[in-house]
């Protein structure tokens, strides 16, 4: 599976949109996108995944560039329960058994 | 919303203690799989399965770990002789066909003394 690179952490206000940033350059035209965010030690939750076309779910919206090279994970109105690490994944769906390989992801922090 | 449910939610065992940890993934979901997570560091996959069998598995999986699909809900992880290192959160994961996000449980903290 293609490499992710996040920044570590990032700062929002709340009721403002977050925009997370991933670099996925080796993205395979097979590989999609995923988005996981793990709040304080709880499991990781799936938030969306896409291809190539914007996604969008009553969570996030996912934006990916044309050259796919790149991905932003958009949360409209961020609350403090947003508070997470934010992780960006790419592995081929199409196998449902693959593993997901997680990075460091980056840390958004909602302040009031 | 349909869950994915692990017990116990914290477990202490001596070192050398056999260990199982337990999952109910979701009903319809057909790949399980577990993750761990040593404090402070990245979530690692173990294993995947599938159809009754192990699909993949990662290095961290050797002799010492062991997963069954006892009946049709459970799906368990073995450690055969605990180790301390093997202290870490257990999360559990199930996902269905068409390549969905996996639904995790909350996990089974493991405190290996």
């Known amino acids: 599976d293609a490499k992710t690179t996040q920044p570590p952490s990032m700062d929002c206000a709340e009721g403002r949109a977050a925009n997370l940033p991933c670099n996925h350059s080796?993205?395979?035209?097979?590989?999609?996108v995923y988005w996981y965010r793990q709040i304080h030690s709880q499991g990781p939750q799936y938030i969306i995944h896409?291809?190539?076309n914007n996604e969008t779910n009553e969570m996030a919206s996912l934006i990916i560039t044309e050259d796919r090279k790149s991905s932003t994970l958009i949360l409209p109105h961020a609350t403090l329960r947003d508070t997470a690490v934010y992780y960006c994944?790419?592995?081929?769906?199409?196998?449902?058994?693959?593993?997901?390989?997680f990075g460091g992801g980056t840390r958004l922090m909602v302040k009031p | 919303e349909p869950e994915v449910t692990q017990t116990p939610s914290h477990q202490v065992t001596q070192m050398g203690q056999e260990v199982i940890l337990r999952c109910v993934p979701i009903?319809?979901?057909?790949?399980f799989y577990w993750y761990r997570q040593i404090l402070g560091q990245k979530v690692e996959f173990l294993v995947s399965?599938?159809?009754?069998?192990?699909?993949?598995k990662s290095e961290i999986f050797d002799d010492q770990f062991s997963v069954e699909r006892p009946d049709g809900s459970n799906f368990t992880l073995k450690i055969r002789s605990t180790k301390l290192e093997d202290s870490a959160m257990y999360f559990c994961?199930?996902?269905?066909?068409?390549?969905?996000?996996?639904?995790f449980g909350s996990g089974t903290r493991l405190t290996v003394v």
């Open positions: 080796t993205i395979s035209g097979n590989e999609y």
């Open positions: 994961a199930s996902s269905g066909t068409g390549g969905d996000g996996y639904t």
């Open positions: 896409g291809l190539k």
């Open positions: 994944i790419v592995r081929v769906a199409a196998n449902a058994g693959n593993m997901l390989t």
């Open positions: 399965f599938y159809n009754n069998e192990i699909s993949e």
């Open positions: 009903s319809n979901h057909l790949y």
